[in-house]
């Protein structure tokens, strides 16, 4: 089993920055990829950065591709998620979650963290 738990969340403008984290802890020894999805009210969850435990190897979603950066650091079950050039439509619960599969379809992801809230005013 692993844990995840979010945290970093919070209110900004549009065109600020915030800086997501993830603890991880558990049994990790079987993650592949690890991934940041979002979920807006009344939207259904989406898919927004995913890198892979070894390697590092990173894929983003298009919304997102040059604004945000997700990384990791293994030794201390990490993961992060850089946010910059922020939209008013990123606003939304950021969740990290991971997957024995390298794949960005959310039912691969078996463990998710409880969210943090990201809102961007105009």
């Known amino acids: 089993q692993v844990q995840l738990e979010e945290s970093g969340g919070g209110l900004v403008q549009a065109g600020g920055s915030l800086r997501l984290s993830c603890a991880a802890s558990?049994?990790?020894?079987?993650?592949?990829?690890m991934a940041w999805f979002r979920q807006a009210p009344g939207k259904e969850r989406e898919f927004v950065a995913r890198?892979?435990?070894?390697?590092?190897?990173?894929y983003y979603a298009d919304s997102v591709k040059g604004r945000f950066t997700i990384s990791r650091d293994n030794a201390e079950n990490m993961m992060y998620l850089q946010m910059n050039s922020l939209k008013p439509e990123d606003t939304a619960v950021y969740y990290c979650?991971?997957?024995?599969?390298?794949?960005?379809?959310?039912?691969?992801?078996?463990?998710w963290g409880q969210g943090t809230q990201v809102t961007v005013s105009s």
């Open positions: 890198i892979t435990r070894s390697g590092g190897i990173t």
């Open positions: 558990g049994r990790t020894f079987n993650v592949h990829s």
């Open positions: 979650a991971t997957s024995p599969l390298q794949t960005t379809f959310r039912t691969a992801y078996d463990y």
